[in-house]
Every structure is written in structure tokens, then in C-alpha cells.
């Protein structure tokens, strides 16, 4: 199956933008985002955390110190939304009524399994390790028991999900399009600039690899 | 006063970043964003919308279109949490254990006003516009009645809201600062690109002074 099923919160009610439930769409969203938002009900009221996220296959993987009220909560099963938004730009219209944004998005409607074992979660964590500096993992220390036990990592299978894209130029009314206002789109874009190597470094250590002309996905 | 209260909700609750109710703080990360998120509770399920925002003073404004459930469960007062995250850069550490990201955030809790008369939406509606391209809106006609009644305006007040700063290079555990791993800040920034003129312009139009090396804030 290349597309995920449509459910009636999944489902696309609007139509400037183009709906996709696409695996290959929504994987390659989660895999160019570094953030997510992460939304659920705590004490009666909505709460939300932004944190790193990562995806192995059709499952997605958050993780925090096991002593955060968003980890216990989202641990303990609790309904949650999840988002990934990457905006590409600001879309001038020659009215203000039809500027919009383009944009990739994802939402994800589910609940988290808090993995258990040492060895799941170092799996999952060396997984994460490997999105965003692929051979790193291997050059440092293994994470200690204590750390393991300090650290959440909660999966959420990718079921209930969805993609959005907006993209292109402006769409104008018909009535609009000779007015005297420059119309396009100003491109907005996530760049990474010259790594900072830490003051204190007690030895000459090369840049790795993983960080020249850096780019995600890789 | 300078600084918002401090609620329950809004206590720091974790020390690696640090927490700040400062008005000017909380305002600029605000206005350099361009995109938040609003989670609220949709059929007793947490939902997620990403979407522009707007600040005028102790107040956050976001619109869209009157037809949306998200527009009108907000419409309705319905609890809400607002994020907004700017991420600065990836934090790489000597052990995976340390490695975070440096990041500037706002949360607001909150329900909101729907603005109503036509001048006070017409009023938020120019504040977006120069917060994105100052001058715009005079160049352009004016909204329509129809295009003012399918646009739904939210008025949120700042009131029980933090700001969260994580900044600086990796803080590792003594025993790992001699460890033979690079360790320092990749930097992440949004940047916006050339501007694209739309393929239906009638009429050469001169490129705009606000986006000739456009920036936010400005």
C-alpha cells in the first residue's frame, strides 16, 4: 500500500491546498523537518511541546527526559496530535484576501507507545543519531544505564495521517489580475550555516564529514 | 509592567534552557516568527492547526477562513495553546546524552475573541499585512464585505505566556569533555530567497522596496 487510509479527521476540506496521503509524501516531510509540535490534553486543557523528531518506517519516534510532564503524559497513552510544518514562502496576491503561504505539512492523529528496553531504545536513539549525523553515533561513548532510564522515548505508529502542500504562484480573481500591485512569491527556506566548533575543545579535532555542505534529508 | 505573571501552567519546569516572562523577549520571538501553532481539543481529541500570526501590543492575532472547524471551535472560546518555535541550532555534544538544540520559543494559553465589526477586522487585517510587507495594503484595493465575512479574525490576549531560550555551545559532562568527538553548534537559519514574480503579471511592476532584502522582523 502506498497511501495511507482517509479517515474522517484526515480528510481535506479545503481546496487551495493539495492533500495527499502519499507514503513517500508524508516520509519525506517528517524526514526534512528537524521540529514537531506535539499536541494533548493535560489537566482539562491543551498543552503542546516542539521537540526533534525522527521516523523509522511507518512509525515516528519523539523522545525527552522521563521526568517532563509532556513525556509522562504522552507516555501513559494519552491522545495526541502531532504536526510538522515546513513553510516554503509568503505568497503575494494582488488582493490581501488571497495572500497565503506555501507550505509542507503533516499531521499525525494518534497515541504513543513508551518503548521499554535498553536495547529497543538505543536502537531508536541511534536512529535519531543517524538523521541528523550519520556515523556520529559510533564516534562517541555508548549512552550509560542511567541515561537510558532518563531518557523517554515514546513511537506513535503513522496511521491516522495526512499531508498538505500549497505551492506555486499567486491565484488571483479574475477582476485582480490587471491591478497595478507586484504579485509572486518571496521563497523562504531553513539554511545551515558554518559550524561552531565548542570553546572547549581540549584537542584538534577535523570537522566530521557528516557536518561539510551539511543538508537534511541527507 | 515588563515581566508576565507566572502561572502554573507557565512555571519553568527544566533548567538546560531558560526561562523568561519578559514583554520584550516574549515580543520579539513573536514578531521574528512567521508561522505558530494552535492546539485545541476537536470532537474530545486533541487538534492541531499551523498558521500565521500576528502581534499588536499584549495581543496575538491569527485569521482564516470563516468555514474552517478549526476557526470556528476557536471562535467558540474553545482552550487553546499557541506555539511558536524558532530553531537556532543543533547542539552537538560529546555524548548523544547532551546533544539538545538552541531554540527561542513563546507558548500562550488562552481562548479567543472573534472580532466582529468589519473596521476592527479590517484594522487587525492591515496589521498582518504590514507586519509581513509594510505598504502593501495601501497599494491594494480594499477587502470586500463578502471576502471580510469569510474571513475569521481571533483576538487572543497575552496573558499566560512564557518565552523559552536555549542558547550557547554543548554542555557535556566533565568526563567527556577530552573525548575524541567534534563538538560544537551547527547553526540553523531561515532565510528568504529572490522573489519570484508571478507568470500572470499584466504589466512590468517594479520589484517593491519591502522586499528588496526582505528580513523579520523588519
Not at 511541546?49 to 523522545?63: C, E, F, M, S, V
Not at 503561504?101 to 528496553?117: D, K
Not at 532510564?149 to 479574475?174: H, N, Q
Request: glycine share 8%; proline share 7%; hydrophobic share 40%.
Amino acid at each position: 500500500m502506498n497511501e495511507y487510509p482517509v479517515t474522517a479527521r484526515t480528510r481535506l476540506r479545503r481546496f487551495h491546498e493539495k492533500g495527499s496521503f502519499d507514503r513517500g509524501v508524508v516520509h519525506a516531510i517528517l524526514d526534512e523537518a528537524l521540529v514537531c509540535h506535539v499536541a494533548f490534553q493535560h489537566d482539562g486543557a491543551p498543552a503542546m511541546i516542539a521537540t526533534a523528531h525522527w521516523r523509522a518506517g511507518d512509525r515516528l519516534y519523539l523522545h525527552g527526559s522521563s521526568a517532563s510532564r509532556a513525556m509522562r503524559a504522552l507516555s501513559g497513552g494519552a491522545p495526541a496530535c502531532i504536526a510538522v510544518t515546513l513553510l516554503d514562502g509568503l505568497v503575494l496576491a494582488r488582493s490581501g484576501f488571497n495572500h497565503s503561504v506555501n507550505y509542507r505539512s503533516v499531521v499525525i492523529y494518534g497515541a504513543a507507545r513508551a518503548l521499554t528496553g535498553d536495547r529497543e531504545k538505543m536502537k531508536a536513539l541511534k536512529a535519531f543519531q543517524d538523521k541528523i549525523t550519520p556515523g556520529r553515533w559510533e564516534e562517541m561513548r555508548a549512552p550509560t544505564v542511567q541515561e537510558l532510564k532518563a531518557t523517554t522515548v515514546l513511537e506513535f505508529d503513522l496511521k491516522e495521517v495526512s499531508a498538505k502542500i500549497a505551492e506555486g504562484p499567486p491565484e488571483d480573481d479574475p477582476g485582480d489580475i490587471d491591478a497595478p500591485v507586484w504579485a509572486g512569491v518571496l521563497p523562504v527556506r531553513r539554511v545551515f550555516g558554518t559550524p561552531e566548533p565548542a570553546p572547549d575543545m581540549t584537542r584538534e579535532i577535523p570537522l566530521p564529514d557528516y557536518l561539510r555542505n551539511y543538508r537534511l534529508p541527507r
